[in-house]
């Protein structure tokens, strides 16, 4: 993992060939894009690292950004839904914000799978690019 020490208090970031993920830990907020297509391992470690963030900083706001996952098994997509769902559980998180590529999973399928598991609401938005994704965040929470 490439940790980046020289941020701003409460800036956290975290870097690889195919994932990057910060959090900014006084708006709970984290992103996490997906670079490239990752290998099966990197794609587990990837959300799984996610995951941890997300109740670690009990982040409330995550703009996530598949655009990089075209080439992902729907098998390996439906792993991670449900790693993501039982995230869910007992976190802090309230809006879900994807930004998706032809071929990932869908806002509906992300709603569906975290009621099912959950029975929490998480408010979830999809979008076509980050701004989109950054705005509709900004004004539900502002």
């Keep these: 993992m490439n940790w980046t020490n020289l941020l701003p208090e ?3 970031e975290y870097e690889s060939p ?3 993920v910060w959090v900014d830990s006084n ?8 670079l490239a297509a990752p290998s099966a391992g990197q794609f587990r470690a990837g959300i799984d690292l996610s995951v941890e963030w997300a109740h670690r900083m009990e982040i409330g ?8 996952l075209e080439g992902v098994s729907a098998e390996q997509q439906r792993w991670a839904l449900g790693c993501l769902a039982q995230a869910v559980v007992n976190s802090k998180l309230r809006l879900l914000a994807l ?5 990932t ?6 709603e569906e799978e975290i009621k099912g598991r959950t029975g929490r ?3 979830t938005g999809e979008f076509k690019n980050y701004k989109d994704a950054a ?3 900004a004004n539900i929470r502002f």
Excluded: P
């Design 18 to 20: 195919c994932l990057h």
């Design 61 to 68: 706001s995550w703009i996530q950004d598949s655009r990089g």
């Design 99 to 103: 930004v998706n590529a032809t071929g």
């Design 121 to 123: 609401t998480v408010e």
């Design 10 to 12: 409460g800036i956290y």
């Design 135 to 137: 705005d509709w965040i």
């Design 27 to 34: 708006l709970r907020l984290m992103h996490s894009e997906w």
């Design 105 to 110: 999973l869908s806002k509906a399928a992300f």
